[in-house]
């Protein structure tokens, strides 16, 4: 018992309380599925290959699958970040405009997300120059808005 | 520091600790201010806002950090500490205060404190996802606590009383705001919220609204007379909730969040924080939005502050902590700063506002304390 500082005191006290990672999770009324989410994806991919980025950026920041498993998830990023990536760097800053804040706190969560993992790193500059477009849009709220947001993409 | 002189809305600034300052409180004829100085509260008399406060008594009995004070309208100063204990601190006839140690039955930090209108009960804030209510039993003599325990899920960090004193608003680190009943027997009356758009019944700690936010809440208050309860959390938003559940939003302009706020009448509100300065919120015809700054520092690019040459380095773009990144190249380049540099009257987070002068229901000047170790009282 000489390291009695480092007992885990919580451990012997089922009414300790203590905050679980379930306890963090936003209550969502209705978790959605992979199924339930193919015919946006599909649409998404659509609309991204006939160029209109624009209409395709902004059905991808609206109602984002903030409910759904990580596989989902994951799968609904792949066609965000194929979207995100087949934008010329002139346009950006015009779809930016068209977005509203809600969309704009979105788009962030999808770029930083799109910066953690592989596949997104491999377009790590193409993210970036949305990035900096956006802070020069709408700049640090929506990052504080990420910061702080438990709805995760 | 240099006074903001193009702004007129700073009216006294007071430099008291070198410590930060995360509560402060006037009594009710704002002849008394109570700050929070890491394990003291300090009492100041304010005879008037032109001359500094003078110490007219410590109190020490925390060996903690104290996280918040609240003087009833009877003059009672409670305070609430990261030891886990709250004290009730009675005014004595000779100007000292005797306390008495209040039960809180909670195994973490208390975060925040505030009295009931009617000064006969409070509510503490923990980490131990607990409220305690708090309220005198005179056959003991003693400070006794009632627990709100359901369904907080971490930490409080703010609590306000309606002026009915039994509506009790809590936010905290789970990011929910809720709505609690804190009525104790025999010293609330069902009258009290007879015909309250809240609920029909109030039994002790039951939860009568709830509403996800997401993020931190770092302050909530009360506008009793319209039945509305204002919040502010750390997306940077100030939020609006009515009795049905109808919530308004807006953003802070600069993005960074609030810390608190303050009620100026039933359409305004100052909102502070992390930009040092308040800022002022109204409600128009389309909803809640930025009405003005007050005592803000301009920004560098309106203000050309002679700069030396090959100074204009890429990372200038005037946007992110140039005033501290200037300050630091003078230094380097001068070994001084130059006197043309602005500062606000708070030079670090605001903390905490409270009201200070009130004429027909509108609240005229505010006070604030800050991580700076300030209190500076504005007009709005």
């Keep these: 018992m000489s390291d009695w500082r480092r007992i885990d005191i919580d451990a012997f006290d089922p009414e300790s309380g203590r905050l679980t990672a379930q306890d963090l999770i936003p209550p969502y009324s209705h978790v959605i599925t992979a199924q339930e989410l193919q015919p946006k994806i599909q649409q998404l991919r659509s609309l991204s290959s006939s160029g209109d980025i624009s209409s395709a950026i902004k059905l991808a920041t609206n109602d984002p699958p903030y409910s759904a498993d990580d596989a989902t998830k994951a799968q609904y990023m792949m066609a965000v970040l194929e979207t995100l990536t087949q934008v010329r760097q002139a346009d950006i800053t015009n779809i930016l405009k068209g977005l509203n804040p809600q969309e704009q706190v979105v788009l962030v969560k999808y770029l930083y997300k799109g910066m953690s993992i592989t596949e997104g790193q491999k377009q790590g500059g193409i993210l970036l120059a949305w990035f900096e477009k956006l802070t020069q849009v709408a700049g640090v709220t929506p990052i504080v808005h990420y910061l702080s947001d438990r709805q995760t993409v | 520091m240099l006074p903001n002189v193009n702004d007129k809305s700073v009216l006294a600034v007071f430099k008291l600790v070198k410590a930060p300052i995360y509560s402060h409180c006037f009594s009710s004829d704002r002849s008394l201010l109570a700050i929070t100085c890491e394990t003291s509260c300090l009492v100041y008399r304010l005879t008037n806002i032109n001359s500094q406060p003078k110490l007219v008594a410590t109190l020490a009995n925390h060996d903690k950090t104290i996280t918040a004070v609240d003087i009833s309208i009877h003059g009672r100063i409670v305070t609430c500490s990261q030891d886990r204990n709250a004290y009730v601190w009675e005014p004595l006839s000779d100007g000292s205060y005797k306390p008495t140690l209040v039960l809180l039955r909670i195994n973490r930090a208390a975060t925040s404190v505030s009295w009931a209108p009617n000064g006969y009960k409070f509510a503490v804030g923990s980490s131990a996802r607990i409220i305690a209510v708090c309220y005198y039993e005179q056959e003991n003599n003693w400070w006794v606590s009632k627990h709100i325990k359901k369904p907080i899920k971490s930490t409080i960090n703010c609590l306000s009383w309606h002026e009915n004193g039994v509506l009790l608003a809590a936010g905290g680190t789970d990011g929910f705001i809720r709505v609690f009943s804190g009525f104790i027997k025999g010293l609330d009356t069902k009258e009290a919220v007879a015909g309250s758009p ?19 809440i770092h302050d909530v208050e009360w506008r009793s007379k319209i039945e509305k309860v204002a919040y502010v959390a750390h997306d940077g938003t100030l939020n609006i909730l009515d009795s049905q559940g109808g919530l308004q939003s807006v953003n802070s302009p600069d993005g960074l969040p609030f810390r608190s706020l303050a009620w100026i009448n039933d359409h305004e509100i100052v909102c502070a924080g992390y930009s040092c300065h308040p800022i002022l919120f109204s409600e128009a015809s389309q ?56 500062e606000s009257a708070h030079e670090n987070a605001i903390m905490e506002l409270a009201p200070f002068a009130e004429s027909n229901g509108q609240v005229t000047q505010i006070s604030s304390c800050g991580l700076d170790g300030k209190i500076v009282l504005y007009t709005v």
């Excluded at chain 2, 809240?198 to 931190?216: A, D, N, R, T, V």
């Excluded at chain 2, 190249?329 to 130059?338: F, P």
């Design chain 2, 287 to 342: 909803g809640w939005k930025f009405a003005k700054n007050l005592d803000k520092v301009a920004d560098a690019a309106q203000t050309p502050v002679a700069t030396g040459e090959g100074e204009e380095g890429e990372d200038d773009n005037g946007t992110f902590g140039i005033s501290a990144l200037r300050k630091f190249k003078e230094l380097d380049l001068k070994g001084k700063v130059t006197t043309s540099v602005k």
């Design chain 2, 198 to 216: 809240w609920g029909s019944k109030f039994p002790f700690g039951s939860l009568i609204k709830e509403l996800y936010q997401g993020s931190y």
